[in-house]
Structures are given as structure tokens and as C-alpha cells.
């Protein structure tokens, strides 16, 4: 099955600065790849998304990039705020009729202010 | 926020016990999945729900269980509980398998 590896595992940046986060997954046929936001005590929130035709998608301060070649995936947060400050998911689900998600471990981002 | 709604918030069952957990769909979404959430980390697959009928299912025993309802409505139920059990639940739904999935708030489950 799909295997999903998210690093770092928390990564704390001065406000303003950017921060990026990084995924590797290994089902070559994976082919839709969500980034979701979750607060402490929330639900995770999803912030973007990226199919595997494209390689990059942007949302305001928010960008993901994929390399299917590699089979890694990248979440770009500029201009970061402290309501930035969350815990953040990498997933990959692949073309099963299910759409099954493998997450990530999860990434811990403090957003100094 | 999403229109997905959970069912209770919080519960507290001791081991050996049955649970039912409730989950409503954002309207117009025929598909739930059901996820478990242990602390610290990410969400692992139990199963989904497309139009009444099971979809796929993620490595969990047989003694989870689920059902969803002709309004899309789902619930999970998990038989002889054990310790490991006690994590965050969340359903997922989505307009249609596949689709991108959209969380809600998660029953947090204690088994004592």
C-alpha cells in the first residue's frame, strides 16, 4: 500500500519568512496529493490540493508543487502569520474507487512573531 | 468550516464495551470515510461509505464496523474495545468516490 513520509517533523519561522514542508510518497499511481491545516483540538482543514497533471498550484500565500518523476510533493507558505501556527498534513490517495488517504506524520509549524 | 457534523463530541467507555458514533454528511455529499486519529499523529483509513454501500477499507478488524443511511448519514461502530482504541474520530465526506474529502469536528473516544 501507499506510504507517506512528511518532514520536518516541526519547523518554527520568524513572521514573514516563508516555510516549506516537504512529502515523499511511494504508490507510483497515487495521483491526487490534499495538504490539510489542523488546529489543536480542531478538524483538519483542507488548504489546497494538487492533481497529478499539474505541477504547481497556488493559492495566495500558498502554493504546493509536485514531482511525480521523484514522487515527492511540497507545501510553500509565504509571508507567514501567526495564525500560520498549526499542525500540518501531507496526503496521497490514489485512483481506487475508494480515494483512500495516506497522511503524513505531520508537521508542527510555529510561526514566531 | 465544513457542513459535516459529529456525534457525541466526547465519550468515555471502558474496555470491552460497544460504541456508536454518528456522523452527517455536508449536503449534496453521497460519500463518507471514516478515520482514526491517534495523538500526535496522522489520519489512518478505516473505511468508506458510497451511496449505502461499503467503498474500501483500511487495515482495521473486523469488529469496526460501519453503516450509511439513505440520507448519507453514517455511523461506525467498534465492538470489544480496547485501550488502543482511544483516539480522535473523524468522518470525511465528499460529493462523490472520489472527490476531495472535507473533515468534521471528530468524537474524541477514551477507553478505560
Known amino acids: 500500500g501507499e506510504n507517506v513520509e512528511q518532514h520536518p517533523s516541526t519547523l518554527s519561522v520568524q513572521e514573514g519568512d516563508s516555510a516549506v514542508i516537504k512529502c515523499t510518497y511511494s504508490d507510483s499511481a497515487s495521483n491526487y496529493f490534499p495538504w490539510y491545516k489542523q488546529e489543536l483540538g480542531k478538524r483538519p482543514q483542507l488548504i489546497i490540493d494538487?492533481?497529478?497533471?499539474?505541477g504547481e498550484k497556488k493559492d495566495q500565500r500558498i502554493a504546493v508543487t509536485l514531482n511525480k518523476t521523484a514522487k515527492h510533493f511540497s507545501l510553500h507558505i509565504t509571508e507567514t502569520q501567526p495564525e500560520d501556527s498549526a499542525v500540518y498534513f501531507c496526503?496521497?490517495?490514489?485512483?481506487?474507487?475508494?480515494?483512500?488517504?495516506?497522511f503524513g506524520s505531520g508537521t508542527q509549524l510555529t510561526v514566531l512573531p | 468550516e465544513t457542513g459535516v457534523t459529529q456525534s457525541p463530541t466526547h465519550l468515555i467507555k471502558t474496555r470491552g464495551q460497544q460504541v456508536t458514533l454518528r456522523c452527517s454528511s455536508q449536503?449534496?455529499?453521497?460519500?463518507v470515510s471514516w478515520y482514526q486519529q491517534a495523538l500526535g499523529q496522522g489520519p489512518q483509513f478505516i473505511f468508506q461509505y458510497y451511496r449505502e454501500e461499503e467503498n474500501g477499507r483500511g487495515n482495521f478488524p473486523p469488529r469496526f464496523s460501519g453503516l450509511q443511511f439513505p440520507n448519507y448519514s453514517s455511523e461506525l461502530n467498534v465492538n470489544a474495545l480496547e485501550l488502543d482504541d482511544s483516539a480522535l474520530y473523524l468522518c470525511?465526506?465528499?460529493?462523490?468516490?472520489?472527490?476531495?474529502?472535507?473533515f468534521g469536528p471528530g468524537t474524541r473516544l477514551t477507553v478505560l
Open positions: 449536503s449534496g455529499h453521497n460519500t
Open positions: 470525511a465526506s465528499s460529493e462523490n468516490s472520489p472527490d476531495t474529502q472535507y
Open positions: 494538487i492533481r497529478s497533471n499539474v
Open positions: 496526503a496521497a490517495s490514489d485512483s481506487g474507487s475508494a480515494r483512500q488517504l495516506t
